[in-house]
């Protein structure tokens, strides 16, 4: 498959699998459905976490490669507490947390199925396109 394809698919599988646990937070299912339900959202972070660094690789002149992954990393982790820490804002009001939890999940899968919708914008392989030499920069 091509990166495009493996990203489209990473990224339905995280959006679906969590509608595992929105459901569980609902108390809507069992326990055990909602974590197989979720294993899906594990099942595409597997695939699209070394896709997506791959393709950066390929992106990156040689000499630019350390510098090009290691902002890739650290773009994800700065979004990634970002949303943590507006979650855990969104679940600390209030006295039922199990709605609000809900709410969390539900903007993530929103936001995994839109960069899904979002994937085939993806820069195609060096190999067939010239990019400038970031290195020099």
């Keep these: 498959t091509t990166t495009v394809g493996r990203v489209r698919l990473s ?3 995280i959006a679906t699998g969590i509608v595992g646990p929105v459901l569980l937070a609902l108390d809507v299912i069992p326990v055990w459905c909602g974590l197989a339900v979720w294993a899906l959202a594990g099942t595409g972070m597997g695939i ?9 690789l390929t992106l990156a002149p040689t000499e630019a490669q350390g ?7 650290l773009s994800a982790t700065v979004a990634q507490s970002v949303y943590v820490a507006l979650a855990g804002a969104v679940l600390a009001g209030g006295t039922d947390p ?6 969390v999940l539900a903007v993530a899968a929103i936001l995994a199925a839109f960069s899904a919708a979002l994937a ?7 190999s067939r396109r010239r990019l400038p030499n970031l290195a020099r920069r």
């Design 11 to 13: 990224l339905g599988l």
């Design 48 to 56: 699209g976490s070394p896709t997506l660094a791959n393709h950066v």
């Design 67 to 73: 510098r090009m992954s290691s902002a890739a990393m």
């Design 98 to 103: 199990a709605p609000r939890l809900a709410l």
């Design 120 to 126: 085939p914008r993806l820069a195609p392989p060096v």
